[in-house]
């Protein structure tokens, strides 16, 4: 079942063809992966459905539903969230306070945020439990800027999670974090995925954890859609190892 479609997608940025019509689409209960050089377009086309850039012309329809004007709230409560390609956790916040946050800005409970120390205790025992699925427990009451680079990724992750979205954008999920902290990230974010809680797409440069991790592949390049195939089709796609890698299947 389709969740997410955009249809003759475009964004431009002067001369840049940032996306160019883009057909788009997302399966229920996938984890997909989205690659390409640097410049291709994978941020801004998670900005367009995410709702920070507003389109040039297209459509984005999720659950069928016509999302391509919505505000950035309502995009989240309709069940789309996203993480930065930057971390974006307060550090001076507890690692537990940084996902009471994110529960309550999804609850609209703002003007809560000055009490967080007396949290009501329904939203902690949430939070608690987003850390458990997420092997934090053990720093819940640690500052954020303590933990270590993974942790930090992982803790990002857990906030974009506590929104409770039906559909998870995560852009470079691993990026800046050593191999060995790479596999905890992907094999929460797989369990997350395979649990049946969320769809996720991943933004990823790391080609051994794209093609370890993900159902189905979509190549971008210069703005459109390259290749998009499951990993084994995408691993044998010539064009896309020419592009992508600089070098044919064969080699
Ligand atoms: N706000 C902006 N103003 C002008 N140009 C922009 C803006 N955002 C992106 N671009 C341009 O649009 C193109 C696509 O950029 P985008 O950030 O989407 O690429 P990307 O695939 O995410 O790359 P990377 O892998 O480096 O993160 C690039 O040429 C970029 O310079
Ligand atoms: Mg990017």
């Known amino acids: 079942m389709v969740l997410l479609e955009t249809k003759s997608l475009t964004k431009y940025f002067g001369d ?9 689409s997302v399966a229920q209960g996938e984890l997909l992966a989205l690659i390409g050089s640097n410049g291709a377009g994978k941020t801004t086309l998670v900005n ?6 507003r389109a040039d012309s297209g459509t984005i329809l999720f659950q069928g539903t016509d999302v391509t ?45 000055l009490s967080l120390a ?5 939203v902690r ?14 720093k819940a009451s640690q500052p954020a800027g303590g933990l270590s680079q993974g942790e930090r990724k992982l803790l990002d992750v857990a906030v974009a999670y506590a929104l409770r979205p039906k559909l998870l954008f995560l852009d470079e999920p691993t990026s800046g974090v050593s191999t060995r902290e790479k596999a905890p990230i992907m094999d929460v974010i797989t369990s997350i995925v395979r649990s049946g809680k969320i769809t996720a797409v991943i933004i ?3 080609m051994d954890v794209v093609f370890r991790y993900s159902d189905r592949i979509v190549v ?8 998009d195939g499951r990993p084994d089709e995408i691993r044998r796609n010539e064009q896309v190892t020419i592009t992508l ?7």
């Open 204 to 206: 990823e440069h790391d």
């Open 48 to 53: 367009l459905i995410s709702g920070l850039l």
């Open 69 to 113: 004007v919505m505000s950035v709230h309502d995009r989240i409560r309709a069940g789309i969230a996203r993480s930065f390609q930057l971390v974006t956790v307060f550090d001076q916040l507890g690692t537990l306070d940084n996902v009471v946050l994110a529960i309550f800005s999804r609850e609209g409970k703002t003007r809560r945020l």
């Open 245 to 251: 890698l600089g070098t044919s299947p064969s080699q």
């Open 118 to 122: 007396s949290s009501d205790h329904p």
């Open 125 to 138: 025992e949430e939070a608690f439990e987003v850390l458990r699925e997420f092997g934090l427990e053990s």
């Open 220 to 227: 971008m390049h210069e703005g459109t859609i390259l290749a």
């Open 16 to 24: 840049t063809h940032a996306i160019d019509h883009v057909d788009f």
